[in-house]
Each structure stands twice: as structure tokens, then as C-alpha cells.
């Protein structure tokens, strides 16, 4: 029942609608006001802590649905932390270094990053991200995160740069860092290596040839006349930098005559080849084991090279033919098999994806742009069997969007085989919530190659190295990082750019390997993810900045794509310096999606801005959208959706309001009835509260908000609206003021809902500090409903024999209200009031209910009970499955109608000073 329109509720000064568009910031200033964080924290001081470590969020844009998720979930476990017994100190972050700013800056600066001066550029990179933190910081203050929002981190930070380079340094010097020729995912748009969890994959349209690489010399096992080895690529362009053909050493491969011509290919192969090409099936000739193969020479279709067979085993039999064309500057794969045989790391295309000279005619033109002069090539030189079209998954840039690409370069590595293991065994320290988290992070640690740290940019810490001009050794020692540590402390990583290399190295430092005393400076930067894998000891573990901070963290909270971030980064990092994983548990999140699953983009036009739905319907609405449904998978999200919340806030709101409504006139110490005195009713009321506390309380700590969510929408609406608080209205408003019936229904809604909003308050922070100020209060309560505790289950409360009884009563209860509602849309009676309830009742049933028969009328809100033996029932009563042995019957009340209750009594008019009312009212009025 909505009590906020049909009562006319005493004055409260709570408003009937919520208008949080316009209230939120009211309270919001409150919170500065009074600072709520640091009362917080002084009220929790010397509690145990609960370290939540917030994953920086990219400081180059406004906020989003997926921050709004993100950061909503952690602030209710945050404040459920911080009243359930905890110090939870909460640090606000932003990733402030890295293309996305550097994308950016160019973009809304116009900015030629290769014209302008480094320390300039970086500066200007720098002023973007702070604009855009503080941007951000004030959207996340609006959705009521509370936070230490005057002293966040920034991951360019002087402090942090100066830790994250001891990070590197202390790495280095356990042998974990090392420079290497291989490939690595290359961004030509962005002329920069990527790390794996850099890249998204996206379909892609790629040509499909098959080509025959003609043998040269068949070692005796293979002819060599009018013989090919045939392959089969989706990148036609990586065909310059082949050097050799790899075989699966197992696998069976036949030699077969079609069309004057011998190919080879994997026997499993065959049919599907034949397919493809519209070749006509000829004659096996021979048939060899991919080992009796190896070392066969071949020739390269159209460049004078030769093009060496040999094993490997990841060649598989999903498609093409069993014979792969290798290039080991292009291909992770390619580049390990190489090195087996010493075969060179041919790249011939710079950084921005364009052919060098080793790659011929070809020089210049972007790699992919020249797909089609190498097929016409091929075609050519008659090396081209079949050419089509193919759309696969392929690997893009997650920030420009745009296809990469596999590029042999000298990068910087960190060596997860270094410490693989230990991170293994860490990650069964861990609690994954979900649980399914475990077996991700391990399957990608255990499948992990190595770390590219480096990165072709200016925006970011740099990689701590000097190199010696006369022998080009490497220099990073704890001399140099100890030093270095200094300077960025002082002047921030930009003295790296700004000053030569003999002003960056310690006084006096000669080279290990030849004595000399003349540097460079390498430079490269470091990945953005070695700057925020950093961040659990550049935070965590800087007492003197964070003096409420501790390292490990309690909990990592984010979603569910860290696990090869953010997750994955600072696991590598804190195992490899600590021994140990930077969190004791680690929860994550699905993503955002509309109401038909689908990923939000401007182009669909499903995009729901969290800042338009705050002007025009308030944050909290957000914050039950995030609380109402279970994150582990993808949240969706729509207008209507948030439409649906609206109206449960509402329920919540307008119970809230009833109970507020009624206790204008109720002072807790004074009035409050001790449970003990309390009507049956009341106590089973208590019942349902205290067995809400539980549920809620174990599903906080379980992390399942959507159960707190769900459990207290239905003590709102089912367990008080519908039943308890309605039927309490008489006696709310008819018994006198100060009688113990009116005074205990006035302790049972004050207990519910000062429990009520100290249970809501980490989901709807705003509506909880307004139901606060309007609640009655016992001396010395504080000021903000943030300061109070959470609730705890009361062992008295929870009577299982009164749960039982009163159980199977409102079973009873269901039974006659769909009877009351027959009658009324039979015009048997209005209200009801009206009505007469006849219950016919087994031998059991009628002993159960008898000895509360005086109380039926008021459970059943009619004016009247009869009892009846079961089989007196009539053929106009209701039964139900769920309460065997009981029929329910109505019939129109006896008597007149109360002016003052609205019940039907017989005696109405017997009282000659009140003649209008029942001979209850009337004593009440005398």
C-alpha cells in the first residue's frame, strides 16, 4: 500500500517525493562541511583495517556507466566496511600517464608531439590529465563516493614515479628485466610496442591465399622437379620476411600429382584443400612423416631466398595445410621455432608500418596496403594457387581501434618465467570472487610469454637505464636507482627528459665492463601497466603521505578484463620484488550492456550517460540500479530499467516516510516498550527485522548486494507495507496517543527503521542521510547516519516456535484476503471493513487459530471472525492447496459503521456523548 498517498500522515518535515536531483547536492555539502571522511576515519581509528586499493581509472574523459558501476560497488563495500567494525580508509586514484593522455592532448591541444620540445609536450600531457582528474573526481563526488578526495594519487606523481623506478630497479637486479630482439605487437598509428593486455580483438576482413614454395633441394626424399610445399596465410605482406616453412614432426603429409604439379600438404588436409581450390584430386606418390622432412630446402615464391623446412609444435590441423609459413620478425610462434635453427629476426618494416629497404620494390608502402602488389606477385610468378577473402578475429589497439601487428623490435622484457611459479602459488592465496577468477588468472599466468615493458613514447617514467658510449653496456644498479629515486622525488620524472645523461648519473660512475665514465640515457618509457602494477607499494606502503594506508590490500575490485591488466601487473610486479601477491582477495565485475545485451555505443544510440540520469533522476537511482543486480555477469541498463528501479525507490522511500510519519510524537528513551510487553504481532515484526539483518549483514560479506537489495525490498513492501504496517493503521490512529499498544507498534517501526537506514546507507547514501535527520534520536547519537554502526542480529528476536506460528498465520491471512478481494469484485462489500470473515476450519486448523481468535480482526483488518467447523463450509467458500483444511467465507459486517475507526460494530450509537463511534473510540474519546 502506498501510505504516502492514501493516509493523511502527521507533519514530518520528510518530503513525500524524494527530488534528489536537487537534494543530493544539499547533502553533499553537508558531507564538506562537516568532512565527513576524516570523522569517519577518526571514529574507526584503532579498528582493524580493511584496505580497499582502487584501480586508477584513465584521466582523459568524462565519467561513464562502467566508472559509475565500478565505483559505486566500491563504496558500498567501503562503508559497509567502515560501520561493520573496520578502518577503511578509502585513496581515490587516476592513471594520469600513457597514450590515451597523450591521444588526447594531441587531439584537444593540436599538438604536434614530433615538432614540439619533450618537456613542453609532457607538460602539456600533464595539465590534461590533472584537468580531467579533478573533472572526474567531482562526478564521483556527485554519486555520493566518499573518499579522501583532497589528498588521491596520481600515478604522476613524484613519489610514485621515484617508487615505481625502485620497483624496476630492484626487478633488474633479481634478473628479471633484459633487452631483446623479438616480435611484439606493433601499433603503427600509434608508433609503440603493446603488451598483451593492450590489445582487443575485433573481426577483421583479411585476404586467404594458398602459394606453392618450389623445392630446391629434396635431401634425397623429396623430387625437386615441378615439386611444391604449399602454404596457406591471411597476411600476405608478412610473405617478405619467410625464411622457412614449419612441419608438425607427427603429423602425416602426402605428396600428391594434380594438374602436371607435386604438392605437398598434411594428409588430414587434403579433402578440405581440394575444396577450397577447386583443384582436381590427383594420385598420392608419396606419403612422410613431418620428421623425415626437416632441413628440405625450398625457395622463397618471388625474392631469391631460400626457405628452410622445419618442425614445430604448434603447427595444428584446424585449417590450411599443415605446412606454415614462417617469418620470425613477424610471429611469437615464428620467432621461437626460429630460434631452434638460428635462423635471422627478419623485420623489414619500420615503426610506422611502413617497408624498409630489405623489403625491395616494396619499400615505403604500409604493410598492409601492399597485400595486393605481393598477391599480383605471386600471380605473376605462377606461385598463387587460390586467392578469397576470409573474416576472422584479429588483434586491434585498444585505443585507436586499429588492426596491429607482430614487429621484431628491441624492447625491454620483464621474465615471467622468472617468477611464474611463485606467482602461481600466490594466486591460491588469494580469495577470487567469483571463484572462476582463480582459474582466469592462472590460465593466463601459466600461458603468459614475456612482459614488453617498453614503450616508443614520451608521456610516461621512463626506463631507468644508461648506457656506455664506449662499450654499450647496459647500467642499472642500485647506485643508479637509488640516485635517480632522488631526482624524481624532487623534480618528478621530467628531469629524465629535461637534463643530459652526465647530469642524471651519480657523482663519479664508471662503466663495470670498461671503466669509462661518458653515458647516454635510454629512451623508451615504461608500459603504462608497469606504472599502475606498481601502484600497491607506491600507495600502499608510503606511510608518510598515506599514514591510514597498509600493504597487502584487503581487496582489488574491478572488472572482470583486469585479469590480464590490472590484476595481472601488480601480481607480477609484487611477486617478483615481494614474494607475495599485492591482495588478499580480488573481486571483479561484469560490464555494461542495454536491456538486449548488447555493448553500448554511440552508434546503436543504447548509451545511457550516468550524468543525465543524476540531473534527471538522482544518483541514488544509480546506486540501486548497481545494488540491484548481481555484477558477476554483465549489468544491463536502460531507461525503462531505471524506470523500474525508480518506482522500488519509491517503496523504499514511501515505507520509510509512513514509519517516519508515525513516530512524530515517539521519543526513543522515553517511550520506547520493552519487548517483553509487546503484542504477538510486534514481536514477529521484530522477527522479520532481525532475520533481515542477517541476511543482509552475511550478504555484505559475501559481497552479494543484490541480496541485501532484493532482501530489503521485500521487508518494505511485503513484510511491513503489506502486512505489518497496514495492519497496525488502527492502532496507530485509534488507540490513544500514549497507550502501550500505539506505543509499542511505534518502537517496532522506530527499531526497523533506525535499522533499516543504517543497512541502506552504503547503497543509498543520499535518502539514508535524510531519513537520519528525521528520525527520532537517543541522546548522543551522531550526526550522520555514516557515523552509526551496522545493525546486529538480537538472539531474542529470533523465536523459531513464533516464526513458525506466525508463519503459518500470514499463510492463513493470504487465504482471506483473496477471499476479501473475491467479495469486493463481487459488490459484496467496499472496503474491508465491510466485511464479515467466516473461517471453517478442520479439528487441527480450529486449534491453532482459537486461541488467537480475539486478534483475527485486527490480522485480517475486518470488522468481524466467525469459527466455523470445516464441515458447515458452503459452496461460495475459498479454498487453497497451501492451507489444507480451511475454507474461507464473507459476508457484510453486522451493525454501523465507526466514524472514528471505520469498523462495524453493533453497538455503534450506545454512547450518548459519542453517538457516531464503536464503544472503543468512545473510551479512547472520553
Not at 76 to 92: E, T
Not at 184 to 207: F, G, N
Not at 437 to 465: F, K, L
Request: glycine content about 8%; aromatic content about 10%.
Amino acid at each position: 500500500m502506498d501510505y504516502g498517498k492514501t493516509l493523511n500522515l502527521p507533519k514530518t518535515g520528510f518530503p513525500m517525493r524524494g527530488n534528489l536531483p536537487q537534494r543530493e547536492p544539499e547533502i553533499l555539502k553537508y558531507w564538506d562541511d562537516i568532512d565527513i571522511y576524516r570523522k569517519v576515519q577518526q571514529k574507526n581509528s584503532g579498528k582493524p583495517k580493511f584496505i580497499l586499493h582502487d584501480g586508477p581509472p584513465y584521466a582523459n574523459g568524462h565519467i561513464h556507466l562502467g566508472h559509475t558501476l565500478n565505483k559505486v560497488l566500491k563504496d558500498i563495500v567501503v562503508k559497509f566496511h567502515s560501520m561493520a567494525g573496520y578502518d577503511a580508509p578509502y585513496v581515490p586514484g587516476w592513471d594520469t600517464h600513457g597514450l590515451p593522455i597523450e591521444q588526447q592532448a594531441i587531439k584537444n591541444l593540436g599538438l604536434n608531439r614530433h615538432a614540439v620540445d619533450t618537456v613542453e609536450f609532457r607538460r602539456k600531457c600533464k595539465e590534461y590529465a590533472l584537468k580531467f582528474a579533478e573533472i572526474q573526481k567531482e562526478e564521483f563526488k556527485r554519486l555520493g563516493v566518499r573518499g579522501d578526495w583532497e589528498h588521491p594519487y596520481f600515478t604522476l606523481m613524484p613519489h610514485f614515479e621515484a617508487r615505481q623506478i625502485g620497483v624496476f630497479g630492484e626487478m633488474a637486479k633479481r634478473g628479471y628485466i633484459y633487452k631483446g630482439l623479438k616480435p611484439v605487437y606493433w601499433c603503427a598509428t600509434c608508433e609503440t610496442a603493446l603488451a598483451e593486455a593492450e590489445v582487443e580483438y575485433a573481426e577483421k576482413k583479411s585476404p586467404s591465399i594458398y602459394v606453392k614454395f618450389p623445392v630446391r633441394d629434396g635431401k634425397g626424399v623429396l623430387p625437386e622437379e615441378n615439386t611444391y610445399v604449399v602454404i596457406w596465410t591471411t597476411t600476405p605482406w608478412t610473405l617478405i620476411a619467410n625464411l622457412a616453412i614449419t612441419l608438425h614432426p607427427d603429423f602425416d603429409y602426402i605428396l600428391m600429382e594434380t594438374g602436371g604439379e607435386k604438392l605437398l600438404v598434411a594428409r588430414e588436409l587434403k579433402e578440405q584443400f581440394l575444396r577450397e581450390t577447386g583443384l582436381p584430386e590427383g594420385e598420392i606418390i608419396g606419403q612422410y612423416k613431418g620428421n623425415e622432412l626437416e632441413k628440405i630446402v625450398c625457395g622463397h615464391p618471388f625474392i631469391d631466398r631460400d626457405s628452410l623446412l622445419i618442425l614445430g609444435d604448434h603447427v595444428t590441423l584446424d585449417a590450411g595445410t599443415g605446412c606454415v609459413h614462417t617469418a620470425p620478425g613477424h610471429g611469437h610462434e615464428d620467432y621461437l621455432v626460429g630460434l631452434k635453427y638460428d635462423l635471422p629476426i627478419l623485420s623489414p618494416v619500420d615503426g610506422r608500418g611502413r617497408f624498409t629497404g630489405e623489403a625491395g620494390k616494396f619499400a615505403g608502402q604500409v604493410y598492409h596496403e601492399a597485400n595486393s602488389g605481393i598477391i599480383d606477385t605471386l600471380r605473376e610468378t605462377g606461385a598463387l594457387i587460390k586467392v578469397d577473402k576470409i573474416s576472422h578475429q584479429y588483434p586491434h589497439c585498444w585505443r585507436c581501434k586499429n588492426p596491429v601487428f607482430f614487429r621484431a623490435t628491441e624492447q625491454w622484457f620483464a621474465s615471467i618465467e622468472g617468477f611464474r611459479q611463485a606467482a602461481l602459488e600466490a594466486i591460491d592465496n588469494v580469495r577470487w570472487i567469483p571463484a572462476w577468477g582463480r582459474d582466469r588468472i592462472h590460465n593466463m599466468v601459466a600461458n603468459r610469454g614475456d612482459w614488453c615493458i617498453s614503450r616508443q613514447r614520451t608521456w610516461g617514467v621512463p626506463i631507468p637505464i644508461f648506457y656506455c658510449n664506449s662499450c654499450n653496456k647496459e647500467i642499472i644498479n642500485d647506485e643508479t636507482i637509488s640516485y635517480l629515486q632522488k631526482l624524481f622525488r624532487e623534480h618528478g620524472s621530467d628531469v629524465w627528459f629535461a637534463r643530459e645523461a652526465k647530469d642524471l648519473v651519480p657523482p663519479g660512475l664508471t662503466c663495470p665492463e670498461c671503466g669509462a665514465g661518458e653515458f647516454t640515457k635510454e629512451t623508451d618509457i615504461m608500459d603504462v601497466w608497469f606504472d599502475s602494477g606498481s601502484s600497491h607499494l607506491a600507495v600502499l606502503d608510503e606511510p608518510e603521505i598515506w599514514p591510514d594506508l597498509s600493504w597487502p590490500a584487503d581487496l582489488y575490485l574491478e572488472g572482470s578484463d583486469q585479469h590480464r591488466g590490472w590484476f595481472n601487473s601488480s601480481l607480477s610486479t609484487s611477486v617478483a620484488v615481494a614474494g607475495r601477491a599485492p591482495y588478499r582477495a580480488v573481486l571483479t565485475h561484469g560490464f555494461v550492456v542495454d536491456e538486449n545485451g548488447r555493448k553500448m555505443s554511440k552508434s546503436l544510440g543504447n548509451v545511457v550517460d550516468p550524468l543525465k540520469v543524476i540531473q534527471q533522476m538522482g544518483a541514488d537511482i544509480l546506486r540501486l540500479w548497481v545494488s540491484s543486480a548481481d555484477y558477476r555477469g554483465d549489468l544491463a541498463v536502460s531507461q525503462s530499467i531505471l524506470k523500474q528501479l525508480t518506482e522500488s525507490y519509491r517503496k523504499i522511500r514511501n515505507t520509510s516516510r509512513f514509519m517516519l510519519g508515525n513516530l512524530y510524537d515517539f521519543a526513543p528513551e522515553r517511550d520506547a516498550v520493552p519487548y517483553e510487553q509487546m503484542p504477538e504481532l510486534d514481536r514477529w515484526a521484530l522477527l522479520k527485522l532481525h532475520r533481515l539483518i542477517e541476511r543482509a549483514l552475511q550478504a555484505y560479506r559475501d559481497y552479494e548486494f543484490h541480496t541485501v537489495y532484493h532482501a530489503i525490498h521485500h521487508f518494505c513492501t511485503v513484510d511491513m507495507s503489506a502486512q505489518y504496517l497496514d495492519i497496525i493503521k488502527d492502532r496507530l490512529y485509534c488507540e490513544k496517543a500514549d497507550s502501550t499498544a500505539r506505543r509499542s507498534a511505534q518502537t517496532v517501526m522506530y527499531q526497523s527503521l533506525h535499522a533499516l537506514v543504517r543497512l541502506l546507507a552504503p547503497i543509498l547514501a543520499f535518502t539514508t542521510e535524510e531519513i537520519w535527520r528525521y528520525l527520532p534520536k537517543a541522546q548522543g547519537e551522531p550526526e550522520s547516519v555514516q557515523l552509526t554502526d551496522m545493525p546486529e542480529p538480537g538472539e531474542k528476536y529470533l523465536d523459531a516456535a513464533l516464526e513458525e506460528k506466525w508463519s503459518r498465520l500470514m499463510k492463513i491471512r493470504g487465504v482471506v484476503t483473496r477471499a476479501l478481494e473475491r467479495a469486493r469484485q463481487e459488490k459484496v462489500i467496499g472496503n474491508s471493513l465491510e466485511a464479515r470473515v467466516h473461517l471453517y476450519a478442520g479439528e487441527e486448523l480450529a486449534g491453532f487459530i482459537k486461541p488467537l481468535y480475539d486478534d483475527l480482526a485486527t490480522l485480517f483488518i475486518v470488522s468481524g471472525v466467525t469459527l466455523h467447523p470445516l464441515a458447515e463450509k458452503t459452496a461460495d467458500t475459498l479454498s487453497v492447496e497451501e492451507v489444507p483444511g480451511l475454507a474461507v467465507g464473507v459476508s457484510r459486517a453486522l451493525g454501523g459503521k465507526c466514524a472514528r475507526c471505520w469498523m462495524y460494530h453493533e453497538e455503534v450509537g450506545r454512547d450518548q456523548r459519542h453517538p457516531e463511534v464503536c464503544p472503543r473510540c468512545a473510551a479512547v474519546l472520553a
